[in-house]
């Protein structure tokens, strides 16, 4: 199985690139709801890294995306990038520490796959860390309403939070938590927001499981 198709992310990267800097203070607060819960130092893999704006200041080495245009962006963001996709991770088993996924899982085929595949990288005791929109939230119902014409999102499934744990403990990952931040519009933030243990709030939401050791 592969990525659902993702001719914008080659042919519009500016466009994409200009969300982050259109919005600062929702940038700020999905980087610190991330960083809540990894843990620092970690030999770790970012899944979908796009054009690295959130391996780069996270001190994430190493990504993978399908997109040409993305990867050479994030090499230039000083991000070791194969191009590849969640399904199908061109890694090593037990290769790392910590694997991160940030609105990945709603642009994969096979979110199934995708989680094997990242826990076959990751070695005992490894951490993955998901950060996703929740499809209930009042910001995953504006994404999606506005679907069907968005050129990013279009082909987009997004999940609710309840939905990715229970995800994430079918596959076997224990100590789950999770974070969450963006409780109003992203358009009008004047300052970066909280980022609050738990979900049903927030629009962005991450979360952590570690693998367990036998």
């Not at 130092?41 to 995306?65: K, Q």
């Not at 194969?82 to 996924?101: H, I, S, W, Y």
């Not at 990013?152 to 939070?161: D, M």
């Not at 100590?175 to 969450?180: C, K, L, T």
């Amino acid at each position: 199985m592969q990525m659902i198709p993702t001719d914008p992310f080659n042919t519009a990267v500016a466009r994409y690139e200009a969300w982050f800097d259109r919005h600062p203070y929702a940038y700020a607060a999905e980087l610190a709801a991330v960083r809540d819960l990894m843990s620092a130092g970690m030999d770790g893999l970012e899944v979908g890294v796009g054009t690295g704006r959130f391996a780069a200041p996270l001190g994430i080495r190493t990504g993978v995306d399908p997109s040409e245009e993305m990867v050479a962006l994030a090499r230039e963001r000083g991000v070791h990038v194969v191009k590849g996709t969640a399904e199908q991770l061109p890694f090593a088993d037990a290769r790392f520490e910590m694997v991160l996924m940030v609105t990945t899982l709603c642009f994969v085929s096979d979110t199934d796959r995708a989680i094997e595949e990242a826990l076959r990288v990751l070695r005992p005791g490894g951490r993955l860390v998901v950060g996703i929109i929740d499809r209930n939230s009042a910001l995953g119902a504006r994404y999606e309403a506005m679907k069907a014409g968005h050129l990013f999102y279009h082909t987009a499934h997004f999940h609710s939070a309840t939905e990715v744990a229970t995800l994430l403990a079918a596959h076997g990952l224990v100590a789950i938590e999770s974070r969450q931040t963006l409780f109003t519009d992203p358009d009008t933030m004047t300052v970066p927001e909280p980022v609050l243990p738990g979900h049903g709030e927030g629009g962005f939401v991450v979360f952590s499981g570690v693998v367990s050791t036998p």
